[in-house]
């Protein structure tokens, strides 16, 4: 009788969720799911009357089969290609050695040589590691090849060989075989240890910038609040002052230079000045070592131990910033009580100037 891979009614492929059945007595085939919603007990393919239905035995067992062979035929391909890459590797692993000795003889810095080899082992340790760890996948490999060559000299049920099906599949997703590394790249893989190695020793600078200007600019913030605060007032007391009517004997010009120097108006706004001025210059550096800190791999090893030397000392120089330059809060007597001050400050100024200008006139006529 003939066989169809797909069933003729609803044209889904057979499988272990679908499975054939014969009509008796005419045995065409069909899926059970279809030959359980006929509407009437004749052959959908002869159209003779059927009293019953037969499993396709003999299906279940050559899908099953097929499985396997599918599945083995993919853990054939896939151990292949690892197989490839580990061999390739291994061959590779000299020339990777030298590329290395090759450019570690160009390092002068002593410490700096002896850390860069240190990782540069412990990732060839992680090469050789990947080697023994296949070592052992191919054990597995071979074993279940073994048990699959004895299979097919004995007649076995199809709950075994679905048992088969499933150990592969479950070799195959642990031991990672359908995934395939990249080919050990001498040069990459020389230049992977390097980058990792200044990322492990260096990197942290990138990070002690970020932070140091985060400081800097908090800082900055909060002294420029200060510093608008103070100025307000001072710019309030000077603003009420000139609406004030002065006494006669007060003169505007004069009065007003007197109490810009007690106010230190010249003096608070020079502070400022030189803080913001410094806190520009440090952001500025702060920048450009940014820059610097984000291609760190470019430098040569004395290069970089210079650049780490003043990326240092500029975050000490922030430190010592923030440390020592603040602007002070400043705080003044109610107006009123500050404005007789000044009157009366200027009063005494000016009769002490008066008395010395007598005393002078006095001196000159006795001469």
């Known amino acids: ?9 609803c044209l889904n492929e057979y499988d272990l ?34 009293n019953g239905t037969e499993k396709n035995t003999s299906f279940i067992k050559d899908y099953s089969t097929h499985r396997l062979s599918k599945i083995e035929a993919i853990l054939d391909e896939n151990y292949q290609k690892k197989l490839e ?20 003889d160009q390092l002068q ?18 090469q050789k590691m990947d080697e023994v760890n296949f070592y052992f996948i191919s054990l597995k490999y071979k074993a279940i090849k073994e048990e699959l060559k004895n299979m097919q000299d004995q007649n076995f049920e199809t709950n075994y060989i679905d048992y088969m099906v ?41 990070n002690e910038l970020e932070l140091s200007e985060k400081l800097l600019d908090s800082h900055f913030k909060t002294n420029n609040e200060m510093f608008l605060r103070n100025n307000g007032l001072v710019r309030d007391i000077i603003s009420k002052l000139e609406l004030k009517k002065l006494p006669k004997d007060i003169n505007l010009t004069e009065f007003k230079e007197m109490v810009n120097e007690r106010l230190h108006v010249k003096l608070l706004i020079e502070n400022f000045q030189n803080f913001e001025n410094k806190y520009k210059d440090l952001k500025r550096s702060i920048q450009n070592k940014q820059i610097i800190a984000d291609d760190l791999v470019e430098f040569c ?26 602007i002070e809060k400043l705080s003044f007597k ?34």
Do not use: A, W
């Not at 279809?34 to 959908?44: F, M, N």
């Not at 150990?167 to 990792?196: A, H, M, P, W």
């Open 334 to 367: 109610p107006f009123e009580t500050s404005y007789l001050t000044f009157i009366s400050d200027y009063r005494s100024n000016h009769s002490r100037k008066k008395f010395d200008k007598y005393k002078i006139i006095n001196h000159l006529l006795k001469i």
């Open 301 to 326: 090893e004395y290069d970089l131990l210079d650049q780490k030397s003043q990326i240092e000392d500029l975050i000490t120089k922030v430190d010592i910033f923030i440390k020592l330059n603040k």
């Open 85 to 104: 890459i580990f061999d390739k590797n291994s061959k590779n692993l000299t020339n990777v050695k030298q590329i290395f000795q090759l450019n570690f």
């Open 1 to 9: 009788m003939e066989q169809f891979e797909e069933c003729p009614i």
């Open 17 to 50: 969720n679908r499975l054939p059945v014969f009509l008796l007595p005419c045995r065409h085939t069909f899926c059970q799911q279809c030959v359980s919603i006929l509407t009437s007990k004749e052959c959908p393919f002869c159209r003779l009357q059927f």
């Open 166 to 206: 499933k150990r592969i599949e479950r070799f195959l997703e642990k031991e990672t075989l359908v995934q395939c590394n990249e080919f050990l790249d001498g040069k990459k893989f020389y230049q992977e240890c390097y980058s990792e190695y200044i990322m492990e020793k260096f990197g942290y600078l990138k």
């Open 109 to 126: 810095n002593e410490q700096f040589k002896s850390g860069f080899s240190e990782l540069f082992n412990l990732k060839l340790k992680t």
